[in-house]
């Protein structure tokens, strides 16, 4: 009996496709900010579209939001403060943040409201009840957000919010290189958050933050985001955990050693803002 044949090596498959999978604007950064700029708010009583972050602790939601006002800005930023060292959540008070363009006068029409991080303990980060308080617009400016719940009787209650204090896109930030890890706590609790959103037709995004951190390829290039297999299987995991379709799923890389912003983070970062604001609008839109 002769000896048997050996099997020929199976080389493992390419870790991206041969074309991006979803057309980028690559170079056209300026075209993105004045288009952002130039938004027109659909309901003439309302001056700010108003748009809330929520996720699990260390994410990247305040990273988020200085990264945008990086990008109009032209140079790094940190409005909103960011703790890299204690791995619990950082932000305390509700507060509104206002994206400004390079001239510091010029306000645009869309507000970012951070909250406190998501955690298992109930003990600990964000209440659920409360975000979607928030979303409702019943929680004032300045609230001290602790674990427990904000009450009907407390001065940081809202009993009559105006259309101008309701949410109109909330923005679930997750981490790509933590996506597979999540605590399956914090999922529940981003369900229930999603499940009251959807009661009150308020439409839902994903941004899906530290790409760079999840695939070696995008680490060296970032305009090969598209074409990475481990990006997409990154979205569609947290398409899967949360039920968000792929087209609201927008992956990017936040602004956190840099010390000059960069034109592809930024129209990733601008690409990603388009979306969340002109489905916001739809939603004002739907309630004229």
């Not at 305390?92 to 869309?110: A, Q, V």
Request: charged residues 25%; aromatic residues 6%; contains cysteine.
């Amino acid at each position: 009996m002769g000896a048997a044949e050996s099997k020929p090596i199976e080389e493992p498959p390419p870790p991206q496709y041969d074309q991006p999978w979803r057309s980028t604007p690559w170079g056209k950064r300026e075209n993105l900010r004045k288009d952002l700029k130039g938004f027109q708010v659909s309901n003439p009583n309302i001056k700010h579209v108003r748009i809330l972050l929520a996720g699990e602790v260390g994410a990247g939601k305040s990273s988020f939001i200085n990264s945008i006002n990086s990008a109009f800005q032209g140079r790094i930023t940190g409005d909103a403060l960011v703790d890299a060292t204690s791995g619990t959540t950082f932000t305390k008070t509700y507060r509104t943040y206002y994206i400004r363009g390079e001239e510091h006068t010029d306000i645009l029409p869309f507000v970012f409201n951070d909250f406190m991080g998501l955690e298992a303990q109930d003990s600990r980060g964000a209440h659920t009840e409360d975000i979607v308080k928030a979303l409702q617009g019943l929680l004032k400016e300045g609230c001290k957000l602790t674990p427990s719940p904000v009450s009907g009787e407390d001065t940081a209650y809202r009993s009559d919010p105006s259309l101008q204090d309701q949410t109109y896109c909330l923005v679930y930030i997750m981490a790509a290189d933590n996506v597979s890890r999540m605590n399956p706590d914090v999922i529940k609790k981003m369900k229930n958050i999603r499940a009251s959103a959807s009661e009150l037709d308020i439409p839902q995004v994903v941004i899906m933050t530290r790409v760079d951190e999840a695939c070696p390829l995008v680490n060296k290039h970032l305009r090969r985001v598209y074409t990475s297999k481990k990006i997409k299987e990154k979205m569609q995991e947290c398409s899967n955990l949360l039920g968000v379709p792929m087209n609201y799923i927008f992956p990017v890389k936040n602004y956190h050693e840099e010390i000059d912003t960069d034109d592809d983070t930024d129209v990733l970062i601008l690409r990603a803002l388009t979306q969340i604001v002109q489905t916001a609008n739809d939603k004002l839109v739907r309630s004229l």
